[in-house]
């Protein structure tokens, strides 16, 4: 794909392109090409350039607060955003060795050790991660 970038970037002095508006759907290859004439002969050359726009991640929709009855299942779910796309991690905030990797954390055979808060996490390795909670409430 080819296209120029005219308004949403600018060549700074030391050669470098500086995004005025950063999205990750700017993500792709880009085919630069100089023109210009030297001692009476054109010259053209060519040379393409990845442009990789990193964002953070966000979450962007988790399960609300759930009750389930003993032994039934319960599945919560977590989605995010961000690029690269984000790796999810469920926690329990009572239960140190309680995780799960992945949006999906489905219970089943419930029983009142699962009640708590849960914290779905996402992570893509750009400034920080994103965390948002549920709670999960097993009833006899």
Not at 13 to 34: D, M, P, Y
């Amino acid at each position: 794909m080819i296209f120029t970038v005219v308004i949403l970037s600018k060549l700074l002095e030391n050669g470098f392109w500086h995004f005025l508006k950063q999205s990750a759907r700017f993500n792709n290859i880009f085919l630069c090409t100089v023109e210009f004439f030297f001692k009476s002969s054109y010259v053209r050359h060519y040379g393409f350039f990845l442009v990789f726009i990193a964002v953070s991640p966000t979450i962007v929709h988790i399960s609300q607060n759930q009750s389930v009855i003993e032994t039934n299942s319960i599945t919560l779910f977590c989605n995010a955003s961000g690029n690269p796309i984000p790796n999810i991690t469920w926690t329990k905030i009572d239960d140190a060795g309680f995780k799960y990797d992945g949006g999906e954390l489905t219970i089943n055979d419930t029983n009142t050790n699962n009640t708590g808060v849960y914290s779905c996490t996402a992570s893509n390795g750009i400034r920080g991660n994103a965390s948002s909670f549920t709670s999960v409430n097993v009833q006899c």
